[in-house]
């Protein structure tokens, strides 16, 4: 079966840098998206990692081990806009077409 | 971002109404996609369709009805609902290249639906 797990909610100070987590049992891994919903917003895509390691993208960045069915978002220099749900979503192997797994999101609270 | 637009936003429904779920992808996209989101729970896999054909129907009941009449529109029929079908449906959009890699999925901003 397929489980994926991180932290429900999560609160950094404004100007700090925050690690989100995720981990993941799949079949069929074909690569971890990071996505950011504001409330009341569609999901936007953040990152995606199918090899292992770091892929760095402005303030956010996103690491992957796939031996350890791990993966983190790290957000650096926060804002307030950031203030929103992270949602870790793995692509398993589905045939005609890939699918996507979510997590049930992490809600990261900035405060000033 | 005006990729992906659904329509509409939010709908409140009896539990014997007929209404249907709009989507509309503007991104030359051949794969789409419902999902359904419901507080404290993951984002949940529908429905897909690739190049207008259903290729995943993820044990959803039949008062959800899903139709793909061309690769840029998606609709989802709705009758006889229950309360807890109330949710947050998202519609998205991908170029499937069948490579292997999934390709990034384009989201919109949802239909906020309450069953009465």
């Known amino acids: 079966g397929q489980n994926i797990d991180q932290p429900t909610e999560m609160t950094a100070t404004e100007g700090a840098i925050v690690q989100i987590n995720c981990t993941y049992q799949?079949?069929?891994?074909?690569?971890l998206f990071w996505y950011q919903q504001h409330a009341g917003e569609a999901p936007t895509f953040l990152s995606y990692?199918?090899?292992?390691g770091l892929e760095e993208k402005g303030r956010f960045s996103s690491f992957l081990s796939r031996s350890k069915g791990y993966s983190y978002l790290l957000l650096k220099e926060l804002q307030m806009k950031d203030s929103a749900s992270y949602l870790c979503?793995?692509?398993?192997?589905?045939?005609?077409?890939?699918?996507?797994?979510f997590g049930t999101g992490t809600l990261l609270a900035v405060q000033p | 971002e005006t990729g992906v637009t659904q329509t509409p936003r939010h709908l409140v429904m009896g539990m014997t109404n007929k209404k249907s779920l709009k989507c509309e992808q503007h991104?030359?996209?051949?794969?789409m996609y419902w999902y359904k989101q419901s507080a404290k729970k993951p984002l949940e896999l529908m429905f897909v369709?690739?190049?207008?054909?259903?290729?995943e129907n993820n044990s959803v009941p039949s008062r959800f009805s899903p139709e793909c009449p061309n690769s840029s529109h998606l609709f989802l029929h709705l009758h006889t609902l229950q309360p807890e079908d109330s949710a947050l449906y998202l519609c998205?959009?991908?170029?499937?290249?069948?490579?292997?890699?999934?390709?990034?999925?384009?989201f919109g901003p949802g239909t906020r639906l309450l069953v009465l």
């Open positions: 998205a959009s991908s170029q499937e290249g069948g490579g292997g890699y999934q390709e990034t999925q384009y």
């Open positions: 799949t079949s069929g891994f074909n690569g």
């Open positions: 990692n199918v090899l292992d």
């Open positions: 979503a793995v692509s398993q192997d589905g045939g005609a077409t890939n699918k996507l797994i």
């Open positions: 991104l030359g996209h051949n794969a």
């Open positions: 369709y690739n190049f207008k054909e259903q290729t």
